[in-house]
């Protein structure tokens, strides 16, 4: 499978717990995005790389959110100190860099409970 | 005001209806747009580009308006199918270089 690929599918963790979801981009993209969707939403945008370098942040994101590219190619995003308003999927995206007119490929997303 | 609105529906519509789907965006200096597609509990998947000159897909039309700024989606013979949440994204412009999503407007084609 070429497309994004992000995991875990699912995690429930308690209020309080880090947790830490990992994205594999698609192998020729150096754009690499993090967004996060809850019910009756579009996707909110949390943060952008290119390559290694993380050039866009959201107001949204807040200091318990710290993402990494550290090489390139796959990101992790980490929360920490988790909130029940934390609950919702969190999608990471990737596109090739061709301009502002081009494609962003979404993965399958990762389901965030915390309870 | 958001910057990329969408009425969120649901659209209930028959088999074979046309349907159109509105989105205002706030920043004249967007540059480019689309509709994505995204199905219950599914990522959101391009469904196509919008281009100012307006642009047609099989059974779709999207159109631009940059002096109003909206753009529109058009759906024709409606297919059990097209039942989906249809996303309005705009890259809002220089030094924004992530997508803007709306919050999507729901269509269910019926029988």
């Known amino acids: 499978d070429t497309g994004v690929s992000q995991d875990p599918r699912h995690k429930i963790t308690k209020r309080g717990q880090n947790v830490t979801f990992r994205c594999d981009p698609i192998?020729?993209?150096?754009?690499l995005y993090w967004y996060r969707q809850t019910l009756g939403q579009g996707p909110e945008f949390l943060t952008y790389f290119q390559n290694e370098a993380q050039l866009e942040k959201s107001r949204l994101l807040s200091d318990r959110f710290s993402a990494e590219r550290p090489k390139g190619s796959f990101s992790t995003l980490e929360i920490q100190r988790t909130e029940q308003g934390d609950s919702a999927m969190y999608l990471c995206a990737s596109s090739a860099h061709r301009g502002a007119d081009t494609e962003a490929f979404f993965g399958q997303g990762t389901r965030l409970t915390v309870v | 005001r958001k910057e990329v609105e969408q009425d969120p529906g649901p659209f209930n519509v028959p088999e074979g209806a046309t349907v159109a789907f509105n989105c205002t965006y706030s920043?004249?200096?967007?540059?480019?747009f689309f509709w994505y597609r995204q199905d219950c509990r599914k990522e959101p998947k391009l469904l196509m580009s919008v281009y100012s000159s307006g642009n047609e897909d099989g059974r779709f039309t999207a159109q631009l308006n940059r002096a109003s700024q909206y753009i529109s989606l058009l759906i024709r013979d409606s297919k059990l199918s097209d039942s989906a949440t249809y996303l309005c994204?705009?890259?809002?412009?220089?030094?924004?270089?992530?997508?803007?999503f709306g919050s999507g407007t729901r269509l269910q084609v019926q029988p």
């Open positions: 994204v705009v890259n809002m412009g220089p030094g924004r270089r992530a997508l803007t």
């Open positions: 920043n004249s200096a967007s540059q480019s």
């Open positions: 192998s020729e993209h150096n754009r």
